[in-house]
């Protein structure tokens, strides 16, 4: 391989790392937000409708860490997405942080807030 074509595949490598790395980060919630903070937010912007009256309750202790993981994971498919769309991203990893601490099968599981 000549130095030309060493350095396109080096910057294609890059690329490719990198696109992964931002993919990866924009999965994955991690419990490391503000839990109060989300906790008004959840109140705030998601219990209107999930109280029961627009759509199903759901409060912390409806799922487990898992699921609520998977649930943040894949939101872009619920009906609400616009909802979540509305909020930056460090609103939803505080919201996700709140309900992940107080799932069903956290050490504190939470109704209502
Ligand atoms: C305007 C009303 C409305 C708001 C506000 C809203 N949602 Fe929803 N959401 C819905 C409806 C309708 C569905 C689909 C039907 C259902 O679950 O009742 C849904 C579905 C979901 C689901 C999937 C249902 C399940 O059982 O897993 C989750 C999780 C969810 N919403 C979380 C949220 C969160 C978090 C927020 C706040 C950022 C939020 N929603 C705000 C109306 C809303």
């Known amino acids: 391989m000549n130095k030309r074509k060493t350095q396109i ?13 931002a993919l990866a980060a924009a999965a994955n919630y991690k419990p490391d937000g503000d839990e109060r903070k989300g906790k008004y937010l959840y109140r705030k912007n998601c219990l209107s409708c999930h109280d029961g009256s627009k759509a199903k309750e759901l409060y912390a202790n409806t799922k487990t860490q898992a699921q609520w993981k998977s649930s943040f994971k ?19 990893i505080d919201i996700f942080t709140y309900l992940y601490k107080h799932a069903y099968d956290s050490p504190q599981p939470a109704k209502c807030g």
């Open 74 to 92: 894949r939101h872009e498919r619920f009906e609400c997405k616009k909802q979540w769309e509305k909020r930056s991203k460090q609103d939803l």
């Open 9 to 21: 595949v080096v910057m294609m490598v890059l690329g490719i790392f990198l696109t992964l790395t």
